[in-house]
Structure formats: structure tokens, C-alpha cells
């Protein structure tokens, strides 16, 4: 069986933390998803190549997803193609596959283009070729910025916009002869692509752009042999197929399976190297699930154990210096997110996790629900620093057709830092916690990632103090 969500692991690449997720045992393919996406988004087709016998990489691309930026403020698909290169290089591979969609068709054709010997076959799902009308209207008016406010209308604007770009293209349109013929997609497919430009905000930009910029004139005529330039026929991009630059080059298959069987096909044919048995670290394996393990600094002494609150992540901890601090995204929180669909025991859960890592004796303090999950272990006494509990029945952040559940998060969010608890909204719960927009607007995106074990790790604290 292939894990759903791939296994996943953090690699180092000239300083740059990278996520990868890996699928299935042999030959490597990395598969570059496209904007502004993870690559959580290419699943489908890394299940179809692992089936195959295939190992597929999938790489977060930089600045997107959980990986780092590159150190440019206006990267092109040639640098995307020369990060990826390295990391391979660091991978210990020197001939691969690869599979890009869309951004992703960009940097794997400019990777081929300029690392030929390395390439052993590729496949262009949607490679755009721009003229250069589009290119000046999409570099002008496709890429605004990612303005947050207090009103939480960023989160309205975030839902229309994702919405449209399943309406229109360009999304920002609304002139009917730019309408796509296709359904709109449904809330959960929004919001898979709305969190994923919420874990980069603004920095979404630098990497959309990248697709703008690329000229498929500039590579085509380098690509090697094993070049596969395909698209659906459904795919706005089919019509870049009779454009000067793929004339003659592509291939249109009826519908996405039957291009990820053919990708499959043509990248089993012309294999690359054996992909290497572990790839990167950051997570720990309990039954099918996985926990993510950040250790946020190293010296002498005793491990001091951190456990963030319910419904937020290891980026709301402040670490101690001099000596080894570990910390863990919680069950269904965080980079922790994926997976943890039944009942979790959360006491079982993090004492598995610390016997596991050698901790058992390890100091362990927490956060608001994580202070009595760090009592439970450690019988010390909680030490929450605000009042426990969920309103009767807990607000829903399930994906809700119009996007009212973003909304919903930046609200309670916001809440927070006004009364405690966040639902007794009146003077007498009064709090003044400093007026920090950006924090806020974390505090909701980690709420939305961690859905209902937010809820289900706070009531499981109140009913823990009594």
C-alpha cells in the first residue's frame, strides 16, 4: 500500500530547509508542483508513478509550502531548475526523472534545458508559452499583494480569489469569453489551495511570478529525446500546445488519468537513478500517522520537552538557550496536520513519541492545553495561564462553500486577544494583549490547519483539571 500524503522529511540544501514528500521504491522522479501550491497538490500523480515502481519526490518548491525562499528577490524558472538541481546533488543522485505541472512544466523544462546530462526523461504537463500580450497583463494584474486587515477581509478576498481561478482565466477576469468551462471546485479543493498560500502569504508572489517570466521558446530546442510536452484537454494551457514554440511538440490526452498513465509509462521506460532508501528527517513514525519533531536548540544538560497549545504549532514557542530543546507539532496540528483521522490519546500519544526519541526523562513543560498535557506526564502542576474550554457545540473551521470558516478563524483569533476566555465576550473577561496583526493572523491559519483537534485536544484538557 502507498501512504496517502507520501512520507514525509526536512533535507538541507545549501542552507535552505527543504520538505519533500517521498512515494513508492525505485527509480527517482520529482514531481514540481505547480502555483501557488504544495506539494501536497501533486499527490495523484506521485501515487500513479509509485504504482508503477517509480520512487516520486516531491519537493515543496522554495518559498513554498514548509520550504525555505531562495536568498532572490525575483527567481526565474533557471534558478527554481538550479535549486532543484542541488537538490538532487545533495540527494546523491545524478540522473532522474521529472514530472512538473504548469510552474512546475517551467522549472522542469528549464532544468532539462540546462542540466541535460543529468535528465532522464521528463514530462511537461502544461508548459505555457506565453505571448507576450499576456505575459504584460499577467505580470501587471495576476499577482496582488497579500494585504492582511484587522476586518479579516483578507481572508474574503483569499476564498474569491481561489474560487475564481476555477471560473476564469486569467481569475481576475470577468469578461464571459474568459470563462473555463468546467465546474467549480468544491469547498475542500479551495481550501487545500487557500492553506497552501496561507503558509507562504505574500512571499506567494516571487514564485507565481517565475511562471510569467518563462519564455518556452528560450529551452524547447534543448530538451533532450525523452521529452513528453503533454496537457488535457481540459487544461487552459491546451491552446499553448498550436503556439509557435510546441507546435508539433505535444501531446493532448483526453483526461488527468490518462496523462499520469502515460507519464508513468514514458518515465518506467527511461529510468533514472534508484532513489535512496530514507530521504530527510523532522518526522517520527507512530503506527501509520506522523508527528513532527522540530528541536529548536542544542547544548549540555537535561532535554527540556515543549508542547504548544491547542490549535497552534511549534512556531508559537519561545525556546530556552544552551541546552537541547525539543519540540512537537501535537496530533492534528501544525506540520502534524495530515493523517489522525480516529480518537488520539493524547498522553499516550506524546509518552510514545519520547520513548521513541530517547526523552522519557526528559523535562517537559506546555502552553495553555499543552501545560496540562506537559502536568499529565510529568506530574507537575498546570500551569495553563488562561481559562480552558470551548463554547457548546465548538465553532466548525470545516471548508464551507463561501469561505465564511476563514473568516470564522481570523474572528477567534482576534477574540483572543480580547477576552479570556475568547467566547465571553464582555467586560468582564476583558483582556489587552498586544494589537499584532501579523500574529493574529497566524494564530487563525494555525486554528484552520489543526480543524477540530484544536477543539478536541482543548476538551480534552478541561475534562483532564477536573
Known amino acids: 500500500m502507498i501512504r496517502t500524503g507520501g512520507e514525509r522529511g526536512f533535507v538541507t540544501v545549501d542552507g535552505r530547509s527543504v520538505l519533500i514528500r517521498r512515494y513508492g521504491r525505485g527509480p527517482a522522479v520529482f514531481v514540481?508542483?505547480?502555483?501557488?501550491?504544495?506539494?501536497?497538490?501533486?499527490?495523484?500523480?506521485?501515487?500513479?508513478?509509485?504504482?508503477?515502481?517509480?520512487?516520486?519526490?516531491?519537493?515543496?518548491?522554495?518559498?513554498?509550502?514548509?520550504?525555505?525562499?531562495?536568498?532572490?528577490?525575483?527567481?526565474?524558472?533557471?534558478?527554481?531548475?538550479?535549486?532543484l538541481h542541488r537538490l538532487t546533488e545533495t540527494l546523491g543522485l545524478s540522473r532522474v526523472g521529472l514530472y512538473g505541472f504548469h510552474t512546475g512544466?517551467?522549472?522542469?523544462?528549464?532544468?532539462?534545458?540546462?542540466?541535460?546530462?543529468?535528465?532522464?526523461?521528463?514530462?511537461?504537463?502544461?508548459?505555457?508559452?506565453?505571448?507576450?500580450?499576456?505575459?504584460?497583463?499577467?505580470?501587471?494584474?495576476?499577482?496582488?499583494?497579500?494585504?492582511?486587515?484587522?476586518?479579516?477581509?483578507?481572508?474574503?478576498?483569499?476564498?474569491?480569489?481561489?474560487?475564481?481561478?476555477?471560473?476564469?482565466?486569467?481569475?481576475?477576469?470577468?469578461?464571459?469569453?474568459?470563462?473555463?468551462?468546467?465546474?467549480?471546485?468544491?469547498?475542500?479543493?479551495?481550501?487545500?489551495?487557500?492553506?497552501?498560500?496561507?503558509a507562504t502569504g505574500d512571499a506567494y508572489r516571487p514564485v507565481y511570478r517565475a511562471a510569467f517570466t518563462f519564455r518556452a521558446e528560450a529551452v524547447v530546442d534543448r530538451l533532450p529525446s525523452t521529452a513528453l510536452v503533454a496537457s488535457t484537454a481540459s487544461d487552459v494551457l491546451a491552446a499553448h500546445l498550436d503556439r509557435p514554440a510546441l507546435a508539433g511538440r505535444g501531446l493532448i490526452l483526453p483526461d488527468i488519468a490518462s496523462l499520469h498513465d502515460a507519464a508513468a509509462d514514458h518515465l518506467a521506460a527511461h529510468p533514472g537513478d534508484p532513489a535512496p532508501d530514507h530521504i530527510g528527517g523532522g518526522?517520527?513514525?507512530?503506527?501509520?500517522?506522523?508527528?513532527?519533531?522540530?528541536?529548536?536548540?542544542?547544548?549540555?544538560?537535561?532535554?527540556?520537552?515543549?508542547?504548544h497549545d491547542a490549535g497552534g504549532s511549534v512556531t508559537d514557542l519561545t525556546a530556552p538557550t544552551g541546552r537541547p530543546v525539543i519540540a512537537l507539532d501535537l496530533p492534528g496540528h501544525g506540520l502534524s496536520a495530515e493523517g489522525w483521522r480516529g480518537p488520539i490519546d493524547w498522553p499516550?500519544?506524546?509518552?510514545?513519541?519520547?520513548?521513541?526519541?530517547?526523552?522519557?526523562?526528559?523535562?517537559?513543560?506546555?502552553?495553555?492545553?499543552?501545560?496540562?498535557?506537559?502536568?499529565?506526564?510529568?506530574?507537575?502542576?498546570?500551569?495553563?495561564?488562561?481559562?480552558?474550554?470551548?463554547?457548546?457545540?465548538?465553532?466548525?473551521?470545516?471548508?464551507?462553500?463561501?469561505?465564511?470558516?476563514?473568516?470564522?478563524?481570523?474572528?477567534?483569533?482576534?477574540?483572543?486577544?480580547?477576552?479570556?476566555?475568547?467566547?465571553?465576550?464582555?467586560?468582564?473577561?476583558?483582556?489587552d494583549r498586544p494589537a499584532d496583526l501579523h500574529t493574529t493572523h497566524v494564530r487563525a491559519v494555525s486554528l484552520l490547519r489543526a480543524h477540530r483537534r484544536w477543539s478536541d485536544l482543548e476538551t480534552w484538557a478541561v475534562q483532564a483539571t477536573h
Open 283 to 307: 518526522f517520527l513514525a507512530l503506527g501509520d500517522d506522523r508527528l513532527a519533531v522540530h528541536r529548536l536548540s542544542e547544548g549540555p544538560g537535561r532535554p527540556l520537552v515543549m508542547l
Open 348 to 431: 499516550e500519544t506524546v509518552r510514545a513519541a519520547l520513548n521513541a526519541l530517547s526523552l522519557s526523562d526528559a523535562e517537559i513543560t506546555g502552553v495553555g492545553a499543552g501545560s496540562v498535557l506537559a502536568s499529565v506526564l510529568s506530574g507537575a502542576e498546570p500551569l495553563p495561564c488562561r481559562v480552558l474550554g470551548v463554547p457548546e457545540p465548538p465553532p466548525s473551521l470545516s471548508p464551507e462553500w463561501d469561505g465564511a470558516h476563514l473568516i470564522r478563524a481570523f474572528r477567534i483569533a482576534s477574540c483572543e486577544r480580547l477576552f479570556d476566555p475568547w467566547y465571553g465576550r464582555d467586560p468582564a473577561r476583558r483582556i
Open 32 to 83: 514540481i508542483h505547480g502555483s501557488p501550491q504544495s506539494s501536497r497538490a501533486v499527490e495523484a500523480v506521485c501515487q500513479t508513478l509509485a504504482a508503477r515502481g517509480l520512487t516520486a519526490i516531491a519537493p515543496d518548491t522554495p518559498g513554498a509550502g514548509a520550504s525555505d525562499p531562495l536568498p532572490l528577490a525575483e527567481p526565474n524558472s533557471a534558478d527554481f531548475a538550479r535549486a
Open 105 to 198: 512544466a517551467a522549472t522542469v523544462a528549464a532544468f532539462a534545458a540546462l542540466f541535460p546530462q543529468n535528465t532522464a526523461a521528463l514530462i511537461c504537463d502544461g508548459l505555457p508559452a506565453w505571448t507576450e500580450a499576456e505575459r504584460a497583463r499577467f505580470l501587471a494584474d495576476y499577482l496582488p499583494p497579500f494585504e492582511l486587515r484587522w476586518d479579516g477581509s483578507h481572508m474574503a478576498w483569499l476564498w474569491a480569489r481561489m474560487e475564481a481561478q476555477t471560473v476564469f482565466f486569467p481569475w481576475h477576469s470577468t469578461d464571459p469569453a474568459e470563462r473555463m468551462s468546467m465546474a467549480v471546485s468544491s469547498p475542500e479543493h479551495i481550501h487545500a489551495n487557500a492553506m497552501d498560500l496561507l
